[in-house]
């Protein structure tokens, strides 16, 4: 069992910049994929960034390529930078973990989620 905890979700102004943080709890952490996903009100949750096991391999979603970065270290934390936030970005922003090295933005590649962050960007 992966227990995952999310923080540093805020209100922030367009073009603003966030930091979240998923603390993980497995001793296997380093071997997981881990991702970050997002929920708007009214819409479907969606993938936004992945991070291989080890770090190595990362993809993101169209729409934030070049203003969110993921990261991860070798504490069993992982990371979300977002930078030149825009509105749209507006949503709960979960935490999930994978039982594979390799991962997709598709949530049915991920067995384990945070309760989510909120991050709230305005114009």
């Known amino acids: 069992q992966v227990h995952l905890v999310e923080s540093g979700g805020d209100s922030v102004q367009a073009g603003g910049s966030l930091r979240l943080s998923c603390a993980a709890s497995?001793?296997?952490?380093?071997?997981?994929?881990m991702g970050w996903f997002r929920q708007a009100p009214g819409k479907e949750r969606e993938g936004v960034a992945t991070i291989s096991g080890g770090g190595a391999r990362t993809s993101y979603a169209d729409s934030v390529k070049g203003r969110f970065t993921i990261s991860r270290d070798n504490a069993k934390n992982t990371y979300l930078q977002m930078n030149s936030l825009k509105p749209e970005d507006t949503a709960m922003y979960y935490c999930?973990?994978?039982?594979?090295?390799?991962?997709?933005?598709?949530?049915?590649?991920?067995?384990?989620w945070g309760q989510g962050t909120q991050v709230t960007v305005s114009s």
């Open positions: 497995r001793y296997t952490y380093g071997s997981n994929c």
């Open positions: 999930a973990a994978a039982d594979r090295y390799l991962c997709t933005l598709i949530e049915r590649d991920f067995g384990y």
